[in-house]
C-alpha cells in the first residue's frame, strides 16, 4: 500500500500483463470509474507516428522496408523484432525513452487526482517498475490467452509463441505485482476485483 499522498500529487497505478490478457479491459473498467487512464501502447504509436528521430533512428536500424507510405508499418516491424531478440532489444531501446518521457508528461496533467493508471504491457521487462506507486497484472488462462489471440490478432501458432515468448511468463508477472486481477471469466467477475482493489487504493 503507497504512503499517503503529497500535495496534489496522484498514486501513479501501473497495470501490466501479457498480450491479451485484459489490461484494455480492466482499463476500461478504471475510465468508467473516473480514473485517469494512459495507454502506452497509444503512446508508442504516437511515437512511432510522429517523433521524425525515433523514425529515422529505426529505418537506419531495420532498413527502409520497414515502412508503408513513408510511415513506420508495425506489422512489417514486429515481423523482424517478434522473430529475433536482438532487434527487439533494439527497438526497444530506441522507443522505450520517449515513451516513458511522454507517459511522465501526460501524469504531470492529472495532478490533483488521487489515482492515475497507466497500462504498460512490458513494464517489467523495460525496467520501469519504479516509476509506479503500485502495480497490478491481469493474468488470464493459456486457454483463453491462446483463443484470444487468435481471435483478435488474426495470428497463427507460431507468431502467437513468438509473441509470448517476447514477455515475461504470467507467472513472473504475477509475482512480482503488488496485486492480482484474473480475468479469465467474465467481465462481471473482473469488474467485482477491481472494485475491490481500487477500494483498498484509495
Given at each position: 500500500m503507497p504512503a499517503a499522498n503529497q500535495s496534489d500529487k496522484p498514486i501513479v497505478l501501473g497495470i501490466t500483463g501479457t498480450i491479451a490478457s485484459g489490461k484494455s479491459m480492466v482499463?476500461?473498467?478504471?475510465?468508467?470509474?473516473?480514473?485517469?487512464?494512459?495507454?502506452?501502447?497509444?503512446?508508442?504509436?504516437?511515437?512511432?507516428?510522429?517523433?521524425i528521430s525515433t523514425k529515422k533512428a529505426i529505418v537506419e536500424q531495420f532498413g527502409i522496408e520497414v515502412l508503408t507510405n513513408d510511415k513506420i508499418d508495425r506489422k512489417k516491424l514486429g515481423k523482424i523484432v517478434f522473430g529475433d531478440e536482438t532487434s527487439r532489444r533494439k527497438l526497444e531501446q530506441i522507443v522505450h525513452p520517449n515513451v516513458v518521457l511522454n507517459c511522465r508528461r501526460r501524469i504531470e496533467e492529472f495532478k490533483g487526482e488521487k489515482v492515475v493508471a497507466v497500462l504498460v504491457p512490458l513494464l517489467f521487462e523495460a525496467g520501469v517498475a519504479e516509476e509506479y506507486d503500485v502495480i497490478w497484472t491481469v493474468f488470464t488462462s493459456e486457454e483463453v490467452l491462446q483463443k484470444r489471440l487468435e481471435a483478435r490478432d488474426k495470428l497463427d501458432a507460431a507468431e502467437i509463441s513468438q509473441r509470448l515468448a517476447a514477455q515475461l511468463p504470467q507467472s513472473e508477472k504475477c509475482k512480482r505485482a503488488d496485486q492480482v486481477i484474473d480475468n479469465s471469466?467474465?467481465?462481471?467477475?473482473?469488474?467485482?476485483?477491481?472494485?475491490l482493489l481500487l477500494s483498498k487504493l484509495v
Open positions: 482499463g476500461r473498467l478504471l475510465a468508467d470509474r473516473g480514473i485517469p487512464v494512459i495507454d502506452t501502447d497509444q503512446l508508442t504509436h504516437d511515437v512511432l507516428e510522429n517523433d471469466f467474465t467481465e462481471i467477475e473482473t469488474a467485482r476485483q477491481v472494485d
